[in-house]
């Protein structure tokens, strides 16, 4: 997924730097070629950095709207996040539904 390959050049970005980037953009040419997509949308992907400080990652996932980085509680909703933290209240079992 390219949440994964945007993570990656994340990370490599604070070793580098010693933080994280206020905007993916800042990631091209030196950690990326380019911005991957979203495979939803077609636009770009979703990302901020969470008041932790650590980033988060998203597309829209199935249901093509924004939950603001919200990952699915089944398959028809939330977003495909990748995310150092849980947002507040979600377990691992809301991945998979009851």
């Not at 070793?15 to 905007?23: T, V």
């Not at 993916?24 to 990326?32: E, G, H, I, K, M």
């Not at 770009?44 to 932790?52: A, I, K, N, S, T």
Request: aromatic content about 12%; charged content about 20%.
């Amino acid at each position: 997924m390219n949440n994964g390959v945007v993570a990656c050049a994340l990370e490599r970005y604070f070793i580098a730097e010693g933080r994280y980037p206020d905007e993916t953009a800042a990631l091209v040419p030196n950690y990326l070629p380019h911005l991957p997509i979203d495979v939803i949308t077609g636009d770009q992907l979703h990302y901020v950095l969470r008041e932790d400080g650590r980033p988060a990652i998203w597309s829209v996932g199935i249901n093509r709207r924004d939950d603001e980085g919200v990952p699915r509680k089944n398959m028809g909703y939330g977003d495909w996040a990748w995310q150092y933290s849980p947002p507040p209240g979600f377990q691992l079992k809301d991945l998979w539904g009851p």
